[in-house]
């Protein structure tokens, strides 16, 4: 799969690499934005923490 991503981005090696970290950060950033709190709210329980002294 990675070979074939390489093969198809345009242009020589140092311009398909600043490609590949640009798509690789623009996915870190969709997981932090959307995905990550979306999963966060669904695994976490509820906030309610009661203390007794």
Not at 7 to 26: E, H, Q, S, T, Y
Not at 31 to 43: H, K, N, T, Y
């Amino acid at each position: 799969m990675y070979a074939a991503l390489w093969r198809v981005l345009p242009g020589p090696v140092w311009l398909r690499i600043v490609f590949v970290l640009i798509m690789v950060a623009a996915v870190v950033f969709v997981l932090a934005a959307w995905v990550f709190p979306w999963i966060d709210v669904l695994i976490t329980p509820t906030q309610e923490v009661t203390v007794d002294r």
